[in-house]
């Protein structure tokens, strides 16, 4: 399973924005996005979800199959 969450850093330790939904001892990889970085991924962002998983990709997938 891969998930991404937005979380701040609270007094050196690291708060999820969010509830998560995972068993507790769970191991986790943080990756540090900077301010500047997260612009350019939420600015990308949009673009990216308009052309990634759309129902054409389907097609590719059943001519790789044949």
Do not use: C, H
């Amino acid at each position: 399973m891969q998930e991404s969450i937005r979380a701040i850093v609270t007094e050196g330790r690291i708060q999820p924005l969010e509830d998560l939904s995972l068993p507790e001892g769970t191991e986790v990889i943080v990756t540090v996005v900077s301010n500047g970085d997260k612009f350019w991924l939420d600015a990308s962002g949009p673009s990216l979800e308009a052309i990634w998983d759309n129902p054409e990709d389907d097609v590719y997938g059943e001519l790789l199959e044949r």
